[in-house]
């Protein structure tokens, strides 16, 4: 496998959340073509085995490589970001670099020295495999953290629900958690969150900082590729977007996680199986 500043970038998640990073992506790096893969078909992941969500990111990892040519692939996904990365990182190790959703967020919060004590919200599969409570113990052992699965959050976004009573009557429910009390920061554990951003942010009256995992992707994904002497410089292909069960219902739902409305593929990469 051969790589080359021309490929595209493959980004996939359980879903259509990951498009918030794939749009962070494309605002910060436009020269860049992004091979997006969606896993509807296997949506959601984040009550799933930790076994059963890494045979999916190594299945779709091997699609974007091999089927699609891509030059590097970002898990968009924390609860396959969890599960996989390791493997991921190993397998194509000296080959193509895998980009995690959880390393640049874990850089980003101990690099600021305001803050003592951090919140992590996110599925129950990556609250239960421990990956940011072991890092952050690693990395900054003087932080306190604490870690509170809200698994309703990410279905409760996809289906519309956001911006309003039920909304924000289930995250009140959530956010009242004891274990949440005095933190300064929070992080968005999960690419669906930045569409509650401000909720969240209201419920603790603007006073805490809030870490979505978009941006500091994008940024860590444009370092990456100006290391590697991979960055391009004339996108000459549009972005495809992928999906392994098509409904007009997902399609619809690009608009509020990308911006505006874009066309799926269907690519049943499970066919045959
Ligand atoms: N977007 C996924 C994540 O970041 C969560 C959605 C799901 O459960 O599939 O964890």
């Known amino acids: 496998m051969t790589t080359n500043k021309h490929q595209p970038v493959g980004v996939f998640d359980s879903g259509i959340g990951g498009l918030t990073v794939a749009n962070a992506i494309s605002k910060l790096l436009p020269n860049e073509q992004i091979i997006y893969f969606g896993d509807t078909a296997h949506m959601p992941y984040g009550d799933k085995s930790k076994e059963l969500v890494s045979s999916y990111a190594d299945k779709i990892t091997d699609f974007l490589l091999k089927e699609k040519n891509c030059k590097t692939v970002v898990i968009a996904c924390n609860t396959a970001s969890a599960a996989a990365y390791e493997l991921l990182r190993d397998k194509y190790k000296g080959v193509v670099p895998v980009i995690n959703v959880i390393d640049p967020m874990i850089e980003a919060i101990v690099a600021d020295d305001t803050i003592k004590k951090?919140?992590?919200?996110?599925?129950?599969?990556?609250?239960?495999?421990?990956?940011?409570?072991?890092?952050?113990?690693?990395?900054?052992?003087?932080?306190?953290?604490?870690?509170?699965?809200?698994?309703?959050?990410?279905?409760?976004?996809?289906?519309?629900?956001?911006?309003?009573?039920?909304?924000?009557?289930?995250?009140?429910?959530?956010?009242?958690?004891?274990?949440?009390?005095?933190?300064?920061?929070?992080?968005?554990?999960?690419?669906?969150?930045?569409?509650?951003?401000?909720?969240?942010?209201?419920?603790?009256h603007n006073k805490i900082k809030i870490f979505d995992s978009a941006e500091v992707v994008a940024n860590k994904l444009q370092w990456i590729l100006q290391k590697e002497g991979l960055a391009n410089e004339q996108k000459a292909h549009p972005d495809t977007f992928y999906v392994s069960d098509f409904t007009a219902s997902f399609e619809k739902t690009t608009k509020i996680f990308y911006g505006h409305q874009i066309r799926l593929e269907l690519c049943n990469i499970w066919h045959g199986e």
Do not use: W
């Open 118 to 204: 951090v919140g992590i919200i996110a599925t129950k599969t990556t609250i239960s495999s421990g990956v940011y409570q072991e890092k952050f113990s690693r990395r900054k052992p003087s932080l306190n953290f604490s870690a509170v699965a809200t698994p309703l959050l990410a279905s409760m976004i996809e289906e519309g629900y956001y911006n309003n009573d039920i909304s924000t009557a289930i995250l009140e429910n959530y956010l009242s958690d004891p274990d949440l009390k005095d933190i300064d920061a929070l992080v968005l554990a999960c690419t669906h969150y930045p569409l509650i951003k401000k909720e969240i942010s209201a419920f603790f």
